[in-house]
């Protein structure tokens, strides 16, 4: 079973920047798409950037301009860098590699932005 580890996440003051890091535990096939999700406290979990097999990249409005998302097929790994944090960006970050049929998730980043 492919397990995905996140790393990157911490306290940081709104203005900031952050990045966070998606390992694969061993290299995924037939990948569709690759992920970074959110879920604060009492919300629902929501996407914030994907990227394509063919590398398109799409972001909702809320973060448009602000997050990158990026993957190092090298290095199996997936990229998120956030910069200009405001507090609403407070969630635990989660990563997401859909390569059907299977559908792989991560444990989770707390990233935590300060006013």
């Known amino acids: 079973q492919v397990q995905l580890v996140e790393s990157g996440g911490g306290l940081v003051q709104a203005g900031g920047s952050l990045r966070l890091s998606c390992a694969a535990s061993?290299?995924?096939?037939?990948?569709?798409?690759m992920n970074w999700y959110r879920q604060a406290p009492g919300k629902q979990r929501e996407l914030v950037a994907s990227?394509?097999?063919?590398?398109?990249?799409n972001y909702p409005d809320s973060v448009k301009g602000r997050f990158t998302i990026s993957r190092d097929n090298a290095k199996n790994t997936l990229h998120l860098q956030m910069n200009s944090l405001k507090p609403e960006d407070t969630a635990v970050y989660y990563c997401?590699?859909?390569?059907?049929?299977?559908?792989?998730w991560g444990q989770g980043t707390q990233v935590t932005v300060s006013s």
């Open positions: 997401n590699v859909r390569a059907y049929p299977h559908d792989f």
């Open positions: 061993e290299y995924i096939f037939s990948i569709n798409a």
């Open positions: 990227i394509t097999r063919d590398y398109t990249t």
